[in-house]
T-cell receptor, first 111, second 109 residues
Framework: DGGITQSPKYLFRKEGQNVTLSCEQNLNHDAMYWYRQDPGQGLRLIYYSQIVNDFQKGDIAEGYSVSREKKESFPLTVTSAQKNPTAFYLC??????????FGQGTRLTVV | AQRVTQPEKLLSVFKGAPVELKCNYSYSGSPELFWYVQYSRQRLQLLLRHISRESIKGFTADLNKGETSFHLKKPFAQEEDSAMYYCALKNQAGTALIFGKGTTLSVSS
């Protein structure tokens, strides 16, 4: 089954803890993205990567970190510095930004 | 500044009625615009892009540079059109998409 896979589907984190969200794609896309989706806020860009070993901050990168060691993988770490981490996180990939393919999302809840 | 504005949070229509989901943008130069749709319990997916000038599921969208708009239209709404719709703009660098806040379309019989 080709596509983009996010795991886990639901994630709970205690305050002060770092947590890593997984995103894997087998579409051979160069570019990968992380968006945060909040009710009434739409999708806001956290980080994106156009190529392996390179990534750029999006509009709301504070409190987040990423890595892009492999073309297929773009994990997102939500650090304790993120003040309001409870949200729905969407990963996407694309080739030349023609069409972005999205994962099913991870819902992160801070308890 | 690059920005996408979707002024309506919710649009409720009856089955068979025309639908227009509004999208305005702010961009310097020639924009590249998209509509994405998220049906209940499904992943976000591309509906259409202005470059291809296609019609998908009866939806069309025309880029109006004078009004900086890219409204999504369908002449006769169906119940299965109920979903969240996002307008998106490729950023100036061509490296990522900027999304609007989305409009929930609710079609009832």
């Amino acid at each position: 089954d080709g596509g983009i896979t996010q795991s886990p589907k639901y994630l709970f984190r205690k305050e002060g803890q770092n947590v890593t969200l997984s995103c894997e794609q087998n579409l051979n896309h160069d570019a990968m993205y992380w968006y945060r989706q909040d009710p009434g806020q739409g999708l806001r860009l956290i980080y994106y990567s156009q190529i392996v070993n390179d990534f750029q901050k999006g509009d709301i990168a504070e409190g987040y970190s990423v890595s892009r060691e492999k073309k297929e993988s773009f994990p997102l770490t939500v650090t304790s510095a993120q003040k309001n981490p409870t949200a729905f996180y969407l990963c996407a990939s694309s080739q030349n930004t023609r069409e972005a393919f999205f994962g099913q999302g991870t819902r992160l809840t801070v308890v | 500044a690059q920005r996408v504005t979707q002024p309506e949070k919710l649009l409720s229509v009856f089955k068979g009625a025309p639908v227009e989901l509004k999208c305005n943008y702010s961009y310097s130069g020639s924009p590249e615009l998209f509509w994405y749709v998220q049906y209940s319990r499904q992943r976000l997916q591309l509906l259409l892009r202005h470059i291809s000038r296609e019609s998908i599921k009866g939806f069309t969208a025309d880029l109006n540079k004078g009004e900086t708009s890219f409204h999504l239209k369908k002449p006769f709404a169906q119940e299965e059109d109920s979903a969240m719709y996002y307008c998106a703009l490729k950023n100036q660098a061509g490296t990522a998409l900027i999304f609007g806040k989305g409009t929930t379309l609710s079609v009832s019989s």
